[in-house]
């Protein structure tokens, strides 16, 4: 059967993997006439402008380039949940492989309804398969210390339906591989069995998996705490933590090792202790106030870009550069790296 637009030129149709759904049409001049894409009308208009210009730089990039989304520490019902229509956008409309996000999804301690709401666009939007998340300390129990809850949300929204990630997904620490591009995905919980503790069982877990198939692959590792103070800049000094450990751990990667990235601290920061990239990443929560994020005072404005944080990290295992782009709000801080 034939399908022709308004001017009766016969309409060509681009099926999604279910064979049914339509994708997108193009008309007899090859012009497309219907998109199922995510729109960039669904992303709020003061990060529109810097939405079209990211994925346009993304879009001119070479193959060599991988990119990926990472959402840190939104912290609750402040959030303004703009962020999401931009991982969205994204996903659909830029080389982008996957959004990972970083853990601390409450103010306080795991509430169902703060989940649901932040959730909510993510698992109703057709982009689940490319959605990965892990726990930050909140989710773990900050306050009560019942990390069930949430690992069991996490598990069963983000985990228990993909064929392509290995690891104790019930205890929210796993891995997945790009094997075209040759890449280990690493997501670790870092208040596995107490908050800020990866625990004894976790790290061996690591030392096995950070074991690649072969010296030409890489390895990236997400998490949401400092692995360490990062040069003392840092409150991660709790006595229990033990990122030293799992520093030693990823350090058993017989391929290259990119970096470990993470929120948990509200900063743009990076710190290299001579073997691995430490860096974390900017808050998502929203303050209606000036912010000191350890370094300045930046603004939380409310109905400007500095509402939100998204980051796309995009790098090349083959220059073994890596490149930090960020819609919202930012200190302009230079991240990029080779390593």
Request: aromatic residues 14%; proline residues 2%; negative net charge.
């Amino acid at each position: 059967m034939s399908i022709y637009n308004i001017n009766g030129n016969p309409v060509s149709i681009l099926y999604g993997a279910d064979g049914r759904s339509i994708e997108n049409a193009y008309d007899i001049e090859g012009v497309e006439v219907f998109s199922a894409k995510y729109k960039i009308g669904n992303v709020a208009s003061y990060f529109r402008e810097s939405t079209l210009s990211v994925s346009a730089e993304l879009n001119a990039l070479s193959d060599e380039w991988h990119s990926f989304i990472f959402i840190t520490d939104p912290h609750g019902y402040g959030n303004k949940n703009h962020s999401q229509a931009i991982g969205l956008y994204l996903l659909d409309n830029a080389p982008v492989d996957f959004l990972a996000l970083g853990g601390d999804y409450f103010a306080g301690a795991y509430s169902e309804d703060e989940y649901n709401s932040y959730m909510a666009q993510l698992l109703n939007s057709k982009k689940m398969g490319n959605i990965y998340a892990i726990l930050g300390n909140h989710d773990a129990g900050w306050q009560s210390f019942d990390p069930q809850q949430c690992e069991q949300a996490i598990y069963d929204d983000f985990l228990k339906d993909k064929l392509n990630v290995h690891g104790n997904l019930t205890e929210n620490y796993y891995y997945y591989d790009d094997v075209d591009s040759k890449v280990r995905y690493m997501f670790i919980n870092t208040s596995c069995t107490a908050i800020y503790k990866v625990g004894d069982t976790q790290i061996s877990w690591i030392t096995q998996n950070v074991v690649l198939p072969d010296s030409t692959w890489s390895l990236w590792v997400i998490g949401h705490v400092p692995l360490n103070r990062l040069g003392g800049l840092l409150s991660v000094s709790e006595p229990e933590n033990d990122g030293g450990a799992v520093v030693s751990a990823i350090l058993n990667c017989n391929g290259s090792i990119i970096g470990y990235l993470c929120g948990h601290e509200h900063i743009d920061y990076q710190y290299y202790d001579g073997d691995l990239y430490h860096t974390t990443l900017q808050c998502d929560r929203f303050e209606n106030r000036n912010y000191y994020d350890g370094i300045s005072v930046i603004d939380r404005v409310a109905g400007t870009v500095s509402e939100q944080a998204v980051t796309v990290v995009s790098f090349n295992t083959k220059t073994r550069n890596v490149v930090f782009r960020r819609i919202g709000c930012t200190r302009n801080a230079v991240l990029n790296y080779s390593y």
